[in-house]
């Protein structure tokens, strides 16, 4: 109960920027579009072209259907100016080359799957190993790397694109022919609604999400240890050497890993916890609360001198919060930005990593004739005070 009163606490000093809008006019409005233009090719020729869709708040986002990368997100303060909030390059050669899943919808299946391996009805399959013995994100040429077919969609609630992939049985050592849909819809109340579905043609698992890196403060900024995060997650999974979760689901009470009330994410970061020394900092996934199926508010994040508020909703069981650990400056980004330790956050909304190997967590597994299905949204805003 305390973690859900914090949600609404955490709420009630949130105004929308339509609101904002109202009393921004000059700055914010600006016509519902939508804008398609050639955004270059990929190494091996394959023609990419990027999305502009722009609300009437002030609200801008701009896709790109290699690897359904969220290229920028351009959001108002609380005094009307605009930023780009994520991470990311300024040209496609950036994300083929030199970037850590910047933007990506990551896939068939996002996060860690240990010794890039699981057996699934007495067959063992054996993946792309990655990430040291370990599989991480789909493998060697994920869905991050992929170039999808993309096009606008109608959608009562807001301006949408559609993109559609086809995995081939086989593909980085997963079985089956899996279909995959993602939608991404930016709506009139400064929404970017994200809408996963999957059919496959033989038993496989699938865990699909997005790796956005946010920066409330702009992504240029230096770091994000001053947001202060609220996640409605009473417990986590912790972890090996090697980012596996163990298989328990460890109590947040009393640890580093309590962010049920709002916490800057650096105040406990370097403390000396063995869960923090394995993550170099938070990567770690969280059991969030709630009844796993239903759309619900899960995590909030707030930039203190901006007044920007993020607030996820999802209908996943778990989230990946990183605290981007990895980050070392030598990825220069947008502007020639070198991209520092903890210059971005993610909240990849998930199922729990290594689930194909933990037969007690959530099931990843998708046969012929069902339907994977799941929704995150990432609802931006701003705050009141100053």
Request: charged letters at 20%; proline letters at 5%; hydrophobic letters at 30%.
């Amino acid at each position: 109960m305390a973690s859900r009163n914090a949600l609404i606490f955490a709420s009630l000093a949130i105004v929308t920027l339509g609101s904002a809008a109202a009393c921004q006019q000059s700055s914010l409005s600006g016509p519902r579009s939508i804008d398609r233009r050639t955004y270059g090719e990929t190494s091996n020729g394959e023609a990419v072209d990027l999305y502009t869709m722009g609300n009437a708040n002030g609200v801008e986002v701009q896709i790109t259907n290699y690897g359904g990368i969220v290229v920028s997100i351009s959001a108002p303060d609380r005094s009307g100016a605009s930023a780009d909030i994520v991470l990311g390059h300024d040209a496609i050669e950036g994300y083929e080359k030199d970037s850590p899943y910047f933007g990506a919808i990551v896939g068939r299946y996002g996060n860690r799957i240990a010794n890039g391996q699981f057996t699934l009805d007495g067959a063992t399959h054996r993946l792309a190993r990655n990430n040291g013995q370990n599989h991480l994100h789909g493998g060697l040429k994920g869905f991050d790397k992929a170039v999808w077919q993309m096009s606008e969609r109608e959608d009562p609630n807001g301006l949408a694109v559609e993109l559609r992939y086809r995995s081939k049985d086989g593909e980085e050592g997963y079985p089956g022919n899996v279909d995959a849909t993602v939608t991404y819809t930016l709506t009139e109340q400064n929404e970017l609604r994200i809408d996963y579905a999957a059919t496959t043609d033989k038993p496989t698992v699938v865990n699909l999400t997005n790796h956005s890196y946010f920066n409330l403060a702009g992504h240029a900024q230096e770091d994000i240890l001053g947001h202060e995060l609220m996640i409605d997650a009473d417990r986590f999974t912790p972890v090996d050497e090697g980012l596996i979760p163990t298989g328990e689901l460890r109590p947040v009470d009393g640890t580093p890993f309590d962010f049920r009330t709002p916490t800057p994410i650096g105040a406990r970061i370097n403390e000396k916890d063995q869960q923090l020394a394995f993550g170099t900092g938070y990567d770690h996934n969280y059991v969030l609360n709630g009844k796993a199926g239903s759309l619900r508010l899960v995590a909030q994040v707030r930039e203190p001198r901006s007044g920007r508020v993020l607030e996820v909703l999802t209908t996943e069981p778990g989230v990946q919060f990183y605290s981007g650990n990895f980050l070392d400056g030598t990825i220069r980004g947008k502007g020639a930005k070198a991209y520092g330790p903890r210059a971005g956050f993610c909240l990849e909304t998930q199922h729990f990593p290594d689930s194909p190997n933990k037969p007690t967590f959530p099931t990843t597994l998708l046969r012929p004739g069902q339907q994977y299905w799941t929704t995150t949204v990432y609802r931006f805003s701003t705050d009141r005070s100053s």
